[in-house]
Nanobody, 123 residues
Framework: VQLQASGGGSVEYGGSLRLSCAASGRTLGSYVMAWFRQAPGKEREFVAAIRWTGGSTYYADSVKGRFTISRDNAKNTLYLQMNSLKPEGTAVYYC?????????????????WGQGTEVTVSS
């Protein structure tokens, strides 16, 4: 699976951005996909995950109610709608995929990774 993330940019406090992750190379029916982020000087952390078939989702507490993960089956694309952004949301955002059933939250549980897209939130 090849993953290509895009949509990052600079936004002010309280603003919105939508990230995209285009997937190619495999049929994603048996996959879980996720977004992680890595802020400067910090470890990469889980943001949200979605099961491609069925659409079950799981979110980190820090983004629950503000971020929405979704996918478009026809376009083989994963999305992350980010609303009410805060400065602590400044990070490089990565999409990830793994052929699994459970909605995993750990970095090491995902085999395929995109290259990352940078988000900067100014106060």
């Amino acid at each position: 699976v090849q993953l290509q993330a895009s949509g990052g940019g600079s936004v002010e406090y309280g603003g919105s951005l939508r990230l995209s992750c285009a997937a190619s190379g495999r049929t994603l029916g048996s996959y879980v996909m996720a977004w992680f982020r890595q802020a400067p000087g910090k470890e990469r952390e889980f943001v949200a995950a979605i099961r491609w078939t069925g659409g079950s989702t799981y979110y980190a507490d820090s983004v629950k109610g503000r971020f929405t993960i979704s996918r478009d089956n026809a376009k083989n694309t994963l999305y992350l709608q980010m609303n009410s952004l805060k400065p602590e949301g400044t990070a490089v955002y990565y999409c990830a995929a793994d052929r699994r059933f459970g909605l995993a939250t750990m970095n090491e549980e995902y085999y395929y990774w995109g290259q990352g897209t940078e988000v900067t939130v100014s106060s």
